[in-house]
């Protein structure tokens, strides 16, 4: 309050406002209305739904699409973690994620040959093959992440520059990095389809030259160590494990309809033979005997030689007949070859030659044995049975052991199903045997107050009980209060002459009433106006000492 220069206080005029009805009545709706947006505000809190994650860590321009589609789709969003992630209400998470993932989004942070579209005039070459090459890697990822087990994947690709040389040529090399969804692997030839996929993709790069490692830095390119440890590459046990399960798979199906349920287990060992043979032979036999040969050709020449007739010196001795013959009667046969003598010139031979050639057939046999890979050389299965369960008569399961005729069927419908090959050296063992029971794992009892849906149904419950004794408090103890003071009429200020009209009052009738109201007891209500009333008392008994003198007099003169 201000101070005038007489030592009198000048009145506030907002002080006066206030202190005015109008002013109460100003303040009270004010605070009305402020008790009733902070109710409204605790309402809409406890009303909030439940935000979770839809997307995070995405590209700038897919927050905007995504963005872009939750508004056309009219879902609530806001953003956490810095504008890393997109919030939406806790039951709609899963549908906008399916109806925005349907629409290609999020598409990452890989860029492919859409970049090459953007080439602006005047791009250097090195620029331009920087890139080619961004365009190539970020197409690679894309086609890596469309594998099922692979979340996201980085290519990085090292092309050296072409050389005129070829000592100085340089083979290009890859780099795969694969971040794998939580619980997935990859098989080795998954592994070998993604070495296969970039080498293909990119000119000269050999499979060797790349490397794939996963988000844990584990090498998944190196096959070198599993293959010299088993010897065997990941397809051939994969076809061994097959056959084994196969097996196994067909005697528990043949044995359970007999036994029951989970009363047979088998398990079969295959021996697999992947090596590859081949093998030529040609073999000659001996002839066969003489008259079971078979004559292929024959070939025979036959020559005689001419008489030479008469000869030696002209005469008369060269024309004397011939002496008396003195070869025997009976003489021998002629050799081969040689012709036989007659008539006059027996006693000179005649010169003959006679060839013959004959051609067997020879036996022969040519063998070309081809043996593929992947025969099955022995296998080995072994096979338990439970005990039947026998019911008696009062209701009591009891397990007896199979009989002998029980156990030969069963052993003889394991032979069948397995392919039993006693030449091929197989084994079958049949037990009978009682199964051991699997213990019933006891979980220790969690308490109601602990139980993760109880707390999650505690914390629901909280947040609205909060909620409801907050606008309780809100509306009983401060919007109650001020909407009486506002219902509440002003107090009645008692007036010394009630029959005169006020503008007949003198100013000695007005200050006296004014001095009369600056003593009286002031009210609840009225208590504000008090001091209002009294300065303005002063003021008068400064302002005229005559009038208020008047006032005192009538008091003492009335014993007031």
Same mark, same amino acid.
């Given at each position: $309050?201000?101070?005038?220069?007489?030592?009198?206080?000048?009145?506030?005029?907002?002080?006066?406002?206030?202190?005015?009805?109008? /002013?109460?009545?100003?303040?009270?709706?004010?605070? #009305?209305?402020?008790?009733?947006?902070? @109710?409204?505000?605790?309402? &809409?809190?406890?009303?909030?739904?439940?935000?979770?994650?839809? %997307?995070?860590?995405?590209?700038?321009?897919?927050?905007?699409?995504?963005?872009?589609?939750?508004?056309? $789709?009219?879902?609530?969003?806001?953003?956490?973690?810095?504008?890393?992630?997109?919030?939406?209400?806790?039951?709609?998470?899963?549908?906008?994620?399916?109806?925005?993932?349907? @629409?290609?989004?999020?598409?990452?942070?890989?860029?492919?040959?859409?970049?090459?579209?953007?080439?602006?005039?005047?791009?250097?070459?090195?620029?331009?093959?920087?890139?080619?090459?961004?365009?190539?890697?970020?197409?690679?990822?894309?086609?890596?992440?469309?594998?099922?087990?692979? *979340?996201? #994947?980085?290519?990085?690709?090292?092309?050296?520059?072409?050389?005129?040389? !070829?000592?100085?040529?340089?083979?290009?090399?890859?780099?795969?990095?694969?971040?794998?969804?939580?619980?997935?692997?990859?098989?080795?030839?998954?592994?070998?389809?993604?070495?296969?996929? +970039?080498?293909?993709?990119?000119? *000269?790069?050999?499979?060797?030259?790349?490397?794939?490692?996963?988000?844990?830095?584990?090498?998944?390119?190196?096959?070198?160590?599993?293959?010299?440890?088993?010897?065997?590459?990941?397809?051939?046990?994969?076809?061994?494990?097959?056959?084994?399960?196969?097996? !196994?798979?067909?005697?528990?199906?043949?044995?359970?309809?007999?036994?029951?349920?989970?009363?047979?287990?088998?398990?079969?060992?295959?021996?697999?033979?992947?090596?590859?043979?081949?093998?030529?032979?040609?073999?000659?036999?001996?002839?066969?005997?003489?008259?079971?040969?078979? &004559?292929?050709?024959?070939?025979?020449?036959?020559?005689?030689?001419?008489?030479?007739?008469?000869?030696? +010196?002209?005469?008369?001795?060269?024309?004397?007949?011939?002496?008396?013959?003195?070869?025997?009667?009976?003489?021998?046969?002629?050799?081969?070859?040689?012709?036989?003598?007659?008539?006059?010139?027996?006693?000179?031979?005649?010169?003959?030659?006679?060839? &013959?050639?004959?051609?067997?057939?020879?036996? =022969?046999?040519?063998?070309?044995?081809?043996?593929?890979?992947?025969?099955?050389?022995?296998?080995?299965?072994?096979?338990?049975?439970?005990? =039947?369960?026998?019911?008696?008569?009062? /209701?009591?399961?009891?397990?007896?052991?199979?009989?002998?005729?029980?156990?030969?069927?069963?052993?003889?419908?394991?032979?069948?199903? $397995?392919?039993?090959?006693?030449?091929?050296?197989?084994?079958?063992?049949?037990?009978?045997? #009682?199964?051991?029971? +699997?213990?019933?794992?006891?979980?220790?009892?969690?308490?109601?107050?602990?139980?993760? *849906? &109880?707390?999650?149904?505690? @914390?629901?419950?909280?947040?609205?009980?909060?909620?409801?004794?907050?606008?309780?408090?809100? %509306?009983?103890?401060?919007?109650?209060?001020?909407?009486?003071?506002?219902?509440?009429?002003?107090?009645?200020?008692? #007036?010394?002459?009630?029959?005169?009209?006020?503008?007949?009052?003198?100013?000695?009738?007005?200050?006296?009433?004014?001095?009369?109201?600056?003593?009286? +007891?002031?009210?609840?209500?009225?208590?504000?106006?008090?001091?209002?009333?009294?300065?303005?008392?002063?003021?008068?008994?400064?302002?005229?000492?005559?009038?208020?003198?008047?006032?005192?007099?009538?008091?003492?003169? /009335?014993?007031?």
């Amino acid at each position: $309050m201000a101070v005038a220069a007489d030592g009198s206080a000048v009145p506030n005029p907002l002080i006066s406002f206030a202190e005015s009805q109008g /002013g109460r009545n100003l303040l009270l709706m004010l605070g #009305a209305a402020i008790v009733i947006a902070v @109710m409204a505000g605790v309402w &809409m809190w406890s009303q909030q739904p439940d935000y979770r994650v839809l %997307f995070s860590n995405f590209t700038d321009r897919d927050g905007g699409a995504i963005v872009t589609q939750l508004q056309q $789709m009219n879902v609530p969003y806001k953003f956490a973690e810095g504008g890393g992630a997109i919030l939406v209400p806790a039951n709609q998470v899963h549908d906008a994620r399916l109806r925005i993932a349907a @629409m290609g989004l999020p598409k990452g942070g890989n860029v492919g040959f859409e970049l090459m579209e953007n080439q602006k005039l005047g791009v250097s070459q090195f620029l331009e093959q920087v890139n080619f090459q961004r365009a190539l890697e970020g197409e690679l990822a894309r086609s890596v992440q469309s594998i099922g087990a692979v *979340e996201s #994947a980085r290519v990085h690709l090292a092309m050296p520059k072409a050389s005129v040389f !070829v000592r100085d040529q340089q083979k290009p090399t890859a780099s795969v990095v694969l971040n794998l969804n939580p619980g997935r692997s990859l098989s080795e030839q998954q592994v070998s389809a993604i070495v296969h996929l +970039v080498a293909s993709s990119v000119p *000269e790069l050999p499979p060797g030259n790349i490397s794939v490692i996963d988000q844990n830095g584990n090498l998944l390119s190196d096959t070198s160590k599993a293959a010299k440890a088993t010897g065997l590459d990941p397809t051939q046990l994969k076809y061994i494990q097959e056959v084994q399960q196969n097996i !196994v798979r067909r005697i528990e199906s043949i044995i359970t309809p007999i036994v029951g349920p989970n009363n047979v287990r088998a398990e079969a060992t295959a021996d697999i033979d992947f090596s590859t043979s081949e093998q030529a032979a040609e073999t000659y036999k001996p002839n066969s005997p003489p008259n079971q040969s078979t &004559m292929r050709s024959q070939q025979s020449s036959e020559s005689q030689g001419s008489n030479p007739g008469a000869g030696g +010196v002209p005469g008369a001795l060269s024309n004397q007949p011939a002496a008396n013959a003195t070869a025997p009667i009976n003489p021998p046969a002629p050799a081969a070859g040689q012709g036989v003598s007659t008539g006059a010139a027996a006693t000179a031979a005649v010169p003959s030659q006679k060839d &013959m050639t004959v051609n067997y057939e020879v036996d =022969k046999t040519v063998r070309y044995i081809q043996q593929p890979m992947g025969g099955v050389k022995r296998i080995s299965v072994a096979v338990v049975v439970n005990y =039947k369960q026998v019911t008696d008569k009062a /209701g009591k399961v009891t397990a007896t052991p199979l009989t002998e005729a029980e156990r030969a069927q069963i052993t003889d419908l394991v032979k069948e199903a $397995m392919g039993f090959n006693k030449d091929r050296g197989d084994t079958l063992n049949v037990v009978n045997s #009682a199964f051991a029971g +699997v213990p019933k794992e006891v979980f220790p009892e969690v308490p109601i107050w602990k139980r993760p *849906e &109880m707390i999650q149904l505690a @914390m629901e419950l909280g947040k609205y009980l909060l909620g409801g004794i907050a606008l309780l408090y809100l %509306f009983f103890g401060v919007l109650r209060p001020m909407l009486k003071k506002l219902n509440t009429p002003p107090p009645k200020i008692h #007036a010394v002459v009630d029959d005169q009209d006020d503008e007949a009052e003198t100013p000695e009738m007005r200050a006296m009433h004014a001095a009369e109201r600056s003593v009286e +007891v002031p009210t609840e209500s009225a208590s504000m106006a008090y001091q209002q009333n009294l300065e303005l008392a002063k003021q008068l008994a400064k302002d005229d000492p005559k009038v208020v003198a008047n006032i005192v007099k009538n008091w003492v003169s /009335g014993n007031e």
